[in-house]
């Protein structure tokens, strides 16, 4: 029987691959949509926070684009121009 690999690191080159993946690039649910190695080397929190930092930036720079957009839509704006 031929084997499909005719050295033995090509064998693992997949296998490394998922792992990489799994453990690095691939965020889980489970655990907070982080990856495994930011758990693993205590990144997590210092993740989820910068991530709550940004929603909430996000949200306040949305809210003042709605309300600028209400107050254009309703003729309101003090910059209103024809």
Known sequence: MTSR???ADQSGAPVGTFV???NHR???ESID???PADVYFA???TILLERERIKRQTI???A???TAL???LLGTASDRRL
């Open 5 to 7: 690999c005719n050295r």
């Open 20 to 22: 990489a993946d799994y």
């Open 26 to 28: 691939r965020y889980h």
């Open 33 to 35: 949509n982080l990856t």
């Open 43 to 45: 990144r997590g929190q």
């Open 60 to 62: 306040a720079h949305n």
């Open 64 to 66: 003042a684009c709605t």
């Open 70 to 72: 209400i107050s254009v």
